[in-house]
């Protein structure tokens, strides 16, 4: 509701040419209209057929020309929809357009969606520019010009009008709502209050339908119009965050799973004819998604924001949110420790599918894992074991996507119920990999302590896989902090209690690190050695992840000797590797190899497509703090390609973003200041001072990935 349909089919009525329809185009108004008996009447009165012919209408239409508009169909299509089939048949010019919320599910009927305006990607700038490419920010703007004139999109606003608009699903109703409360609310207050919606958006046009005057009429209009079943099914999908396939809505949302069916219940056999009802009464979206490389994704289902909420609003009001939010924290909890109890599957094609899974539903996981944390320890005694489960089950999934705060933040909320868990290893795994993602993040004194404890408790519990493992994180902490004697004897303690306990995948983890710590020592052959046994047991093993690392670890050596083509070759290969399981942190890194071998070989279109390909990876990705490098690696090449000015523009934006990230990542990547210092001095005298002033302008207000065009990833 609310989407314009009405408007939309006024303006084809309006616009259809005299030669093809010479009797015109007519409206039939019916949202008003209570009584389904009345409706043949109306629509006869309507077309200008008299009283006494009404019951004859089809009759009176027979040889005439021209278009009808049934206007708000959906509460009365069991009157509607058999007088539209009987005039289509008796009536070959005639035509009609309907509007309604569900179709009319007659023969002769072709439906299409009106979908919602468009949206405003948040993944581009927010820029008054950027965000007036979208529909839905271009009409919010227009109406709330109107209700107040003072209002214009200014950069200064357009980061939350485009939330407005996206919170709003881009309904056209609910922006036109939202605009007219321009007039006494300045936009940042209006944004702040939408968790209120229903009582916000009140106050439309007064001479509208009833139910298109305030969102929660509109609302309550499809609600009721709605059978017992279908509410119940629209109440409990709103647990669900970004969508669900058919299976995950059965077995969520399906009564008697615990054996018992009370009366009028939702069997799993009937929630896909419920479900195709709210689809088919546009109250449910059913999304399909084209096969990825062969793999067959199945079609989700999803509730618009606004319906959600509305919905979830009467789940509580029944008193039964707890229930269905258990339900689906316990579904999620099993998919988890079933994908990925013993970590990610051997085969590509598995590892594949098993990221795709989780990355399908990575809002229900969270919206799983926050029920878990937030449940009341004594009526759910489990809750927190789980969620620890759950979140440990998960990191392969976090690391491949490069969420190490996500991760992070979700491992330390469930260190802050360890006194629930009472399976003591899974303490020290979470002390383990809150260490771990730490060091990812740079925050290596916090990663040193908890991995501390860590090793500690694994001590006490005679664990020596998990000291081993401990050992590695504490080597790469030190490293990075340029402790390199104590990063040696931790990686040699760590390669020795993996020999001892048989973990060979421990050892191999231990060994390609150590390559990396002597490239850094600058002992070539020692490194070149590491890396080779590394790989060869990885191989061995068919880890196509770890053997991707130690091929990009390869790659490094190669750099630091100056083999540029033997440095591409491995970073290939690495890339190659990380596509096939789709391990978008691992591509980062051989893209970032792969550009800094390809320039030295000349091939400088390559390498800014190699930038182009790593810095959309880097907004899927928490890695920012590379970017500035891949903006230093990509200004050498812009130079050797004639572009001194965009060169320019990429050391500024790289500097600007070195100044902003210092702070919170003091190491960051190894760059050579003087290098690219030299650098911007050669481009500003190529250029001369209007033209570098200029460059330096743009630089200041550009974001990354705008200096390459970078598409936004749907």
Sequence with gaps: GGCGKSRLALEVARGVSPADYPDGAWLVELGSLAEPELVEETVASALGVPASAAARMAEALRDRRMLVVLDNCEHLLGAAAPLAERLLKACPH???????????????????????????????????????????????????????????????????????????????????????????????????????????LAGGDRTA???????????????????????????????????????????????????????????????????????????????EFPADGGAYAPPRYRLMETVRAYAREKLREAGEEDEWRRRHGRYFRD?????????????????????????????????????????????????????????????????????????????????????????????AHLRRAVGWFSYLQGDHAAAESVLLEARSLYQEQGDAAGESSVLNHLALTAQAQGRLPEARENYGQCLQLARDAGEERRAGDALSNMGLLHIEEGTYAEAR????????????????????????????????????????????????????????LGRVFSLINLTEAAAPLGDHAGALGYVRDALVLCQEVEMAQHVPLLLELAAVSQEATGDPEGALVSLGVAARLRREGAAANPAGDAVDAAEAADLAWRLEEALGPERAASARERAARTRPEEIFAVPSNP
């Design 335 to 427: 998919v988890v420790l079933g994908a990925a109890a013993e970590g990610p599957p051997g085969g590509v094609a598995e590892q594949a599918e098993w990221q795709a899974r989780l990355l399908a539903d990575r809002d229900n996981l969270r919206v799983a894992l926050d029920g878990l944390l937030a449940a009341d320890g004594a009526a759910e005694p489990e809750a927190a074991e789980d969620a620890a489960r759950v979140a440990l089950g998960l990191i392969p999934f976090w690391a491949r996507l490069g969420a190490h705060g996500e991760a992070r933040g979700y491992l330390e909320k469930c260190l802050a119920r360890e006194g629930e868990i009472g399976d003591a290893p899974r303490r």
């Design 529 to 584: 050695a590491c890396l080779e046994e590394a790989r060869a047991i990885f191989e061995r093993m068919g880890d196509r992840m770890r053997t991707a690392g130690t091929l990009c670890n390869l790659s490094n050596l190669a750099l630091k000797e100056g083999a540029w083509a033997e440095a591409r070759a491995y970073s290939e290969e690495s890339l190659g590797l990380f596509a096939e399981i789709d391990h978008r």
């Design 94 to 200: 005639v035509r009609i357009l309907a509007t309604s919320r569900e179709p009319f599910n007659v023969g002769v009927e072709r439906t299409w969606r009106v979908p919602s305006l468009s949206l405003p990607d948040p993944r581009r700038s927010a820029t008054a520019t950027q965000v007036a490419q979208s529909a839905a920010v271009r009409f919010f703007a227009q109406r709330a010009q109107q209700r107040n004139p003072r209002f214009s999109l200014t950069d200064a606003n357009a980061a939350v009008v485009a939330h407005i608009c996206r919170r709003l699903d881009g309904i056209p109703l609910a922006l036109e709502l939202a605009a007219a409360r321009v007039k006494a609310l300045p936009v940042e207050q209006l944004s702040q209050r939408l968790d209120d919606q229903f009582r916000l």
């Design 209 to 287: 339908l009833p139910q298109h005057q305030t969102l929660r009429a509109l609302m309550d209009w499809s609600f009721q119009l709605l059978n017992d079943p279908e509410k119940a099914l629209l109440r409990r999908l709103s647990v669900f965050g970004g969508g669900c396939t058919l299976e995950s809505a059965e077995v969520v949302c399906a009564d008697g799973a615990d054996g018992t069916v009370p009366e009028e219940a939702i069997e799993m056999w009937e929630v896909l004819d419920y479900l195709s009802q709210l689809v088919d009464k546009s109250l449910a979206i059913m999304e």
